[in-house]
């Protein structure tokens, strides 16, 4: 089975400093990890996803993510917060290993970022 | 830039009642997607949907639920009949082939059952 947990339901931070969302996830073979981003009354947009390769992604809107396979986490950063990155934030994994082809999601993250 | 579009985005309708929400998926795609979010919770996959079958679903997607793909444009879930508990957002998504595209999700459509 595949899982995603988000150990925080809100996490808040000031304009212009650095943000952290956090992720773990439990898959039984190799994970497929992503972030996606929702706005009030919209739907899930995609911000990036790791398949091999470098631990550090890149993604939309400044963005990036770090892969830590020894403690099985995706954390979402930015380096230098907006108040336009306020948003729910969703990490989700496959195992590209395993049957399962859906992605699961995690419970998600508020973000605010505070002027 | 094309994306996955749905109908309708709100609906209203009495208990019992049978809904059929549609979606447009992205042109050259060939996985599709159900999931649902009850209001403030987490996204939780229903349904896919590949070369004109079922390929996964979860415990959610019950007899009350089929999809469809009639006419090789609209990808439609039907709810039989609804329940209090159906009440939610339901997104569409679609992917290119290969296991590693990323879904590509509608705006979605709230289902409000009364």
């Known amino acids: 089975a595949q899982s995603v947990a988000q150990p925080e339901d809100q996490v808040n931070v000031a304009e212009g400093n650095p943000l952290t969302v956090k992720c773990t996830y439990s898959?039984?073979?190799?994970?497929?990890l992503f972030w996606y981003v929702q706005y009030p009354n919209r739907g899930l947009q995609f911000l990036l996803k790791?398949?091999?390769?470098?631990?550090l992604v890149k993604g939309s809107y400044g963005f990036e993510a770090e892969f830590n396979k020894s403690q099985t986490s995706f954390h979402l950063k930015k380096p230098s917060a907006l108040v336009s990155d306020s948003a729910l934030y969703f990490c989700?994994?496959?195992?590209?290993?395993?049957?399962?082809?859906?992605?699961?999601f995690g419970s998600g993250t508020q973000l605010t970022v505070l002027p | 830039e094309p994306e996955v579009t749905q109908t309708p985005s709100h609906q209203v309708t009495q208990m019992g009642q049978e809904v059929i929400l549609r979606c447009v998926p992205i042109?050259?795609?060939?996985?599709f997607y159900w999931y649902r979010q009850i209001l403030g919770q987490k996204v939780e996959f229903l349904v896919s949907?590949?070369?004109?079958?079922?390929?996964?679903k979860s415990e959610i997607f019950d007899d009350q639920f089929s999809v469809e793909r009639p006419d090789g444009s609209n990808f439609t879930l039907k709810i039989r009949s609804t329940k209090l508990e159906d009440s939610a957002m339901y997104f569409c998504?679609?992917?290119?082939?290969?296991?590693?595209?990323?879904?590509?999700f509608g705006e979605g459509s709230r289902l409000t059952v009364l």
């Open positions: 998504a679609s992917r290119r082939g290969g296991i590693t595209g990323e879904l590509f």
């Open positions: 898959v039984s073979g190799n994970p497929y």
């Open positions: 790791y398949i091999t390769g470098d631990n």
């Open positions: 989700a994994v496959r195992d590209l290993t395993g049957s399962a082809r859906q992605l699961t």
């Open positions: 042109s050259n795609h060939l996985y």
């Open positions: 949907f590949y070369n004109n079958e079922i390929s996964e």
